[in-house]
């Protein structure tokens, strides 16, 4: 069984228990970020838990009709966020097969999930992600930031790892992204630490338009 079923099959049920009342996500960055929404705008959050980072934001800027959607493959996370939050539109789902058309969404957030996705489905999510964010929009990504790749046993599950990486570059390198904002924290600080292993970050990018990027010479 690979680390996607784990995950949908009782894993992803048992981080949300286990996480059910973490602190998830750093709100101080979402902040940053906010200023860049707009009125109708379309956001998707992949790793949504039960939604409480996309209800924040509706909070920050109830001036604005936004449609919020998010993903993840704990079934009792998305049964539990539709009950709290029933103006969300929540989905059990996974990176790699995003269940919604080609450009989309204004904005993706992909919520601290990419250290836990199989190495064989880490392009098709680049894929995905890529396919239902249309050009002029954001993505913004809140993961473990590292100079190198680190793998890690995963201590809940037996044949699952952790996955330690710099996740911008995997979008930055071919120049349809711009890197426009990143906040550096920790699990329990809210500043940069000196230790790889617990370096997180949340980094804004900008989807460019192709035909301001591609120009006849």
Not at 80 to 107: A, E, W
Request: with cysteine; proline share 3%.
């Amino acid at each position: 069984m690979n680390q996607k079923n784990i995950f949908l099959n009782n894993e992803g049920d048992q981080w949300f228990k286990r996480k059910s009342n973490h602190h998830l996500g750093n709100f101080l960055a979402f902040n940053s970020f906010i200023p860049l929404i707009k009125d109708k705008d379309k956001i998707l959050e992949i790793g949504t838990s039960d939604g409480r980072v996309l209800d924040y934001l509706s909070i920050k800027i109830p001036k604005f009709n936004l449609s919020l959607f998010g993903i993840d493959p704990s079934y009792e996370s998305i049964n539990s966020g539709s009950q709290k939050y029933p103006d969300l539109n929540l989905k059990q789902g996974t990176s790699d097969q995003i269940q919604f058309d080609d450009n989309y969404f204004d904005v993706v957030i992909l919520g601290f999930c990419l250290y836990l996705v199989d190495r064989e489905l880490m392009f098709k999510t680049v894929s995905e992600v890529d396919r239902t964010l249309k050009q002029g929009g954001y993505l913004v990504i809140t993961d473990f930031e590292t100079p190198f790749p680190i793998k890690r046993n995963y201590e809940h599950a037996e044949d699952c790892f952790s996955y330690k990486n710099n996740y911008s570059n995997f979008f930055l390198g071919g120049g349809h992204y711009s890197l426009i904002n990143k906040i550096h924290f920790t699990d329990s600080t809210d500043i940069f630490n000196p230790d790889i292993n617990e370096r997180v970050s949340t980094s804004v990018l900008y989807k460019e338009h192709y035909s301001e990027i591609y120009r006849l010479g």
